[in-house]
């Protein structure tokens, strides 16, 4: 069966612009998440959905960054007037419970 | 605040060899522990888990071991091969399907 996928792969951007990742879970996962690892850093929790409880935002960094999840699939992290620090690889993982699925990430550069 | 904490950025073994992967976490709520494995340009893939009803887990060649009292967990790998050459991240969860804090990552290199 597919794992998780996540698009684009690569995005660059200009420090200002608004961006849009995807997360497409594997289905029938009920919980997903998203992190980001920043360069020489390790993965840093970012918010997490779990069926239709009210996601965990606690390490959304500021209010630039909002995530939905639609219909308890698919799920896209927003991040506006993007700075520079905000370049990262961010990572999508989903579960039913137990081990987490992650997807390949999608690398963000803001210029 | 970094609740679960890998403190040897990288490692080196030979083929063939034991290899041991130690992190150490601070929050006492924490009774689920995980491995990942991560190659360059890939997702973490998930490697092995532990609750913490117990104190040790194994899955062929990956063994991890916890250490409540001391707050402490490790990974072994044994025989080590060239293939287990990656960044691996421990992880801590309360409660199995919350979210997880992960540590920093440990390089290991495995030497042929």
């Known amino acids: 069966g597919a794992g998780v996928s996540q698009s684009p792969s690569n995005k660059v951007t200009e420090k200002g612009k608004d961006v849009e990742l995807r997360c497409d879970p594997i289905?029938?996962?009920?919980?997903l998440y998203w992190y980001r690892q920043s360069l020489g850093q390790g993965l840093e929790f970012l918010i997490y959905?779990?069926?239709?409880?009210?996601?965990?935002k606690s390490g959304l960094p500021s209010d630039r960054f909002s995530a939905e999840r639609t219909g308890g699939s698919v799920s896209t992290l927003t991040i506006q007037r993007t700075q520079q620090e905000d370049s990262a690889v961010y990572l999508c993982?989903?579960?039913?419970?137990?081990?987490?699925?992650f997807g390949p990430g999608t690398r963000l550069t803001v210029l | 605040d970094q609740q679960v904490k890998q403190n040897s950025p990288s490692l080196s073994v030979q083929e063939g060899r034991i290899s041991i992967l130690n992190c150490d976490y601070t929050n006492s709520m924490f009774d689920y522990f995980l491995w990942y494995k991560k190659y360059p340009a890939e997702g973490p893939t998930f490697l092995i888990s532990i609750s913490s009803i117990k104190d040790k887990n194994e899955d062929g060649r990956f063994t991890v071991f916890l250490n409540k009292s001391a707050k402490h967990l490790s990974l072994h790998i044994v025989p080590s091969q060239p293939g287990d050459s990656a960044v691996y991240f421990c992880a801590a969860s309360v409660g199995a399907t919350n979210k997880l804090i992960f540590g920093t990552g440990t390089l290991l290199a495995v030497q042929p």
């Open positions: 993982a989903s579960s039913l419970g137990g081990g987490r699925n």
């Open positions: 959905f779990q069926g239709n409880s009210a996601p965990d």
């Open positions: 289905s029938g996962h009920t919980a």
